[in-house]
């Protein structure tokens, strides 16, 4: 189990970048929000008329987006595991009023399936161990704020009570279940599936309502929030939050990685990013314990909202109407991941690397790609990969019992990009 410090924080003033911001598209759009569907690979952008979404395969957008036409705000968007084609987002109509819409043809059409008394629905979250269970939150126009579940992927929803929260901000769930709700008054959390709620703010000024939260979603009580006096963490499921020092810009969102980096020891429960009420995009691989500013070119953005995607281990930042941006990791704090230039996307192993184990990688455009490798002299000892590949995620088998140990690196060349990866093989 980690040990906790808290003096181990720490927040670059300036702009040191460690990431590359690569855009993707979208400028000029009004955008929301952003989600990634790890299933499907996909990424889901939220707009004031609708939403988009990229198949990262292909690299191509689809618009779902109704230019001009009001009532269509898109402040949160949820997918379904096994239903490849529904879509689930929670929308503000020209009113003010709050209403869930599904679709079942990847936003083509859809049905309003739930109206809201109070304001926008402002957060969707799947549960952990039901696909068809969700849970959604409001915010309040006059009337106090909802939380709701479906019990039947999101198709009928439910008034649940005793909630506490007069305005909801955002809701999420933990691997053991438990659902947090951050809002105007604080956070509060049910242990039962949304049947009962209780006060989870211990620590937490009152008067200070939660702008986010975020759950780790491999450390059970693990989550991270943000509000007017800054950040707070807490390990217990919020019977104790303590601050982050030095005391930040307040966070306006927050994601933790699905699996960015693919290495033994840094899985998604390690790596968490944030974005800023000031502008800035920060980043920790370490669970948040350190902390380092990787805003670096988004600084003549607004970032608003952020994802990560296992499909090509990026972190993708919504900013307000400058378009969508992924980073290409760098190497950050020694973790096994290069960046490859615009062609290829990320260079990943295991380390140590032992025999048998799998290289990989992913391409944005299909180009020639090689794959060699070189001892420390510079020989090389293998030509792994020496043809045309598609666009897209690979991986191969490396058998290395004939080597033995040592350092060697890998060069991977595509598309007139090139990189090289340092690999370990122990005894």
Not at 16 to 40: F, K, M, N, R
Not at 53 to 75: C, F, M, P, Q
Request: glycine share 12%; with cysteine; proline share 4%.
């Amino acid at each position: 189990m980690r040990v906790f410090i808290l003096i181990a924080i720490v927040l670059l003033a300036s702009p040191a970048s460690a990431l590359e911001w690569e855009y993707v598209g979208l400028d000029s759009l009004q955008a929301t929000c952003i989600e990634a569907d790890p299933v499907h690979n996909r990424i889901f952008v939220g707009t004031i008329s609708g939403f988009y979404y990229l198949d990262l395969a292909s690299g191509e957008w689809t618009s779902r987006d109704e230019v001009g036409w009001i009532g269509r705000h898109v402040h949160s968007i949820a997918w379904h595991e096994e239903l490849d084609t529904r879509v689930i987002t929670g929308r503000e109509n020209a009113f003010f009023k709050g209403y869930i819409e599904l679709s079942d043809d990847m936003g083509e059409s859809g049905d309003v399936v739930y109206s809201s008394v109070a304001g926008g629905v402002t957060g969707i979250a799947r549960d952990v161990d039901d696909v068809n269970r969700y849970y959604a939150c409001t915010w309040h126009d006059i009337n106090p704020a909802e939380v709701l579940r479906s019990e039947d992927g999101g198709e009928h929803w439910m008034l649940l009570s005793g909630t506490i929260q007069y305005a909801a901000t955002s809701i999420d769930v933990g691997p053991d279940g438990t659902i947090f709700v951050g809002g105007s008054d604080r956070v509060t959390r049910s242990l039962d599936g949304g049947d009962t709620w209780e006060p989870a703010w211990n620590g937490l000024a009152d008067g200070y309502g939660i702008y986010c939260l975020a759950a780790n979603p491999e450390v059970p009580g693990h989550l991270l929030a943000s509000n007017d006096l800054g950040e707070y963490v807490t390990r217990d499921s919020g019977d104790n939050w303590v601050p982050l020092f030095p005391v930040g810009s307040s966070w306006r969102n927050i994601a933790w990685g699905w699996s960015w980096v693919i290495v033994p020891d840094a899985s998604r429960g390690s790596v968490v990013a944030a974005v800023s009420w000031n502008g800035r995009v920060v980043l920790s691989i370490d669970g948040g314990d350190t902390w380092e500013n990787e805003t670096g070119t988004l600084a003549t953005e607004v970032p608003v909202d952020l994802a990560f995607s296992p499909f090509d281990h990026n972190l993708y930042v919504v900013t307000a109407s400058g378009g969508v941006f992924r980073a290409l990791p760098i190497d950050p704090a020694g973790v096994n991941v290069t960046a490859l230039g615009k062609n290829a996307l990320a260079f990943v192993c295991p380390s140590p690397f032992r025999s048998g184990e799998e290289l990989s990688f992913a391409l944005r455009s299909e180009a020639r790609t090689r794959l060699e490798v070189f001892d420390i002299m510079g020989r090389s000892v293998a030509l792994l990969l020496d043809r045309h590949m598609p666009r897209g995620r690979h991986a191969l088998t490396w058998e290395t019992s004939r080597l033995g140990s040592g350092v060697f690196f890998g060069r991977l060349e595509s598309g007139g990009a090139v990189s090289t990866l340092r690999i370990v093989i122990p005894q």
